[in-house]
């Protein structure tokens, strides 16, 4: 065997429960106001809905009295939610404030509660993962959504993880700018933020943000992009994704460019569908993508 051959390893192990913190689960605009839905985030069933304030809620999904899915046919009443079945109604807060045929309510029953926030154009849950149990719910990242007009999505049979390597990855950012990366530096590390620089060559650097693990903002000269990542069951992910054109003015037309961008997203997508995790990688952008993993890794804050 040359010196030079060694056996990668190539696993899943480490995946599964990876991302934590503000994960994005739907798009705002398409969450009216009284309206219920049931969704899925790291294989929990989870109702979402929208009080008549405006403000997302969410709780697990099973009503505490027999059980029924709350997202299938619940009822919006001001700010709580109201069960199908036998109209058992819940707050926000995951306690019972109504059942129809009875004078009293359950205060001894209740249904754990997931805080949710709106941002960028799509809704967030938090959710804590395995961390400090000490510590309370961070603030939701905020997003410009000036100029965002519509919201896409891609299901994937992959982890998330991979596909927020698609954009610390200097590599595939070439895809979106036509060139081959220089250089690649961690610009800022925070418990909520890893920002990362790439440059190319004249033209001007390319920065990633990357909010509580799961969202991913590309700034371009030209253009941002928000990429959303929600794993919805183990193996499987959502991804939300929106382009924003903010200079037309540099020469591009505006919809050509942003075709092009979505086209790039198409491809660091078809990509992640069809990875491996190895656990270390080389090359380029190698230690910019162990510094993100060993970030994302890290125990997070809770507030249960």
């Known amino acids: 065997m040359d010196a030079d051959t060694q056996t990668v390893a190539v696993s899943d192990e480490g995946l599964g429960e990876s991302l934590y913190g503000w994960l994005p689960v739907a798009v705002s605009a398409e969450l009216e106001r009284g309206k219920a839905i049931p969704i899925r985030v790291h294989g929990r069933e989870v109702v979402l809905w929208r009080g008549e304030s ?43 404030t109504d059942v129809p045929y009875d004078r009293r309510v359950y205060k001894g029953r209740r249904i754990s509660r997931w805080a949710a926030a709106d941002g960028g154009g799509l809704i967030y849950l938090w959710y804590p993962g395995n961390g400090d149990k000490s510590k309370q719910v961070r603030s939701a990242p905020e997003f410009d959504t000036a100029g965002v007009d519509c919201v896409d999505h891609s299901d994937l049979a992959t982890d998330p993880r991979l596909v927020i390597e698609q954009f610390v990855d200097p590599m595939t950012l070439g895809y979106f700018v036509g060139d081959q990366p220089l250089t ?12 990362i620089q790439h440059t190319f060559g004249a033209r ?9 693990s799961a969202t991913v903002v590309v700034r371009d000269a030209r253009w941002n992009l928000l990429v959303g990542v929600c794993p919805i069951a183990a193996g499987n992910t959502r991804v939300w994704s929106t382009v924003t054109v903010t200079t037309p003015s540099l020469g591009a037309d505006t919809g050509q460019l942003r075709r092009d961008i979505e086209a790039a997203l198409d491809r660091a997508l078809d990509v992640a569908a ?19 993993r060993r970030w994302v890794a890290r125990p997070r804050e809770t507030a249960e």
């Open 54 to 96: 405006g403000q997302p809620h969410a709780l697990n999904a099973y009503c505490a009295h027999l059980g029924h899915h709350l997202g299938y046919l619940g009822r919006v009443c001001g700010e709580d939610v109201r069960c199908f079945y036998h109209g058992w109604t819940w707050s926000p807060e995951g306690t019972n």
């Open 184 to 195: 690649s530096t961690v610009m800022s590390v925070t418990e909520s933020t890893v920002v």
């Open 204 to 212: 001007p650097p390319v920065a990633v943000e990357i909010h509580d």
């Open 274 to 292: 069809r990875m491996a995790y190895v656990q270390h990688p080389q090359g380029v952008g190698a230690e910019i993508i162990e510094t993100y």
